[in-house]
């Protein structure tokens, strides 16, 4: 089976840009100095939620699967699924805006078709469900079963919540 991480963003417009462009990225000092070791083994396959703070108070959103590479998206370095972006040599319409421009050039590469079915998991339903979730890492067997299964069963709120703030 495969692994289900939780990483998160503290802007909306951050998050936005990850799931328009099905990436995830952190700085170099978070790649090198903050990422938890079993994130960095993240896999082509395995799923990430990401949390948003500030507009949606924590909620997940996901699944996103992981993949090795995508087209327009050239690797300076990959360090597993982890790939360190070549800006110059990469196409720009690939790339979220704070790729470039906050230096969030260590990413993993989300699958574009799968990325269009969005869940959301607000921190009232971490609590309804059971769950129990790492603020950043690798969420554990019977909390993964918990979270994909709510989500795969919650797709439509994600939509609406989009609209609402003008994204979908």
């Known amino acids: 089976m495969a692994k289900i991480f939780k990483v998160h963003t503290d802007e909306l417009g951050r998050l936005i840009a990850c799931l328009q462009k099905s990436m995830y990225g952190v700085s170099r000092t978070a790649f090198t100095q903050e990422l938890p070791s079993e994130l960095r083994s993240a896999a082509d396959g395995d799923i ?3 949390s948003e703070r500030k507009i949606s ?4 959103f996901g699944p996103l699967y992981i993949v090795a590479n995508r087209q327009g998206v050239v690797p ?5 699924s982890w790939v360190e972006i070549d800006v110059r040599r990469s196409d720009p319409k690939e790339l979220a805006y704070w790729v470039d421009l906050e230096k969030r050039n260590y990413c993993l590469l989300f699958d574009k078709v799968l990325s269009d079915r969005i869940s959301i998991v607000w921190p ?16 554990t ?5 918990k979270l994909i299964d ?3 069963s919650n797709e439509q709120e994600a939509q609406s919540f989009f609209q609402k703030h003008n994204f979908w």
């Open 124 to 139: 009232n339903d971490w609590v309804r469900i059971g769950l129990q979730l790492p603020s950043w890492g690798i969420v």
């Open 48 to 50: 990430v939620f990401i």
């Open 150 to 152: 709510f989500a795969i």
């Open 76 to 80: 300076a370095r990959k360090f597993g």
């Open 57 to 60: 108070g924590n909620a997940l």
């Open 141 to 145: 067997d019977d909390n993964a079963h």
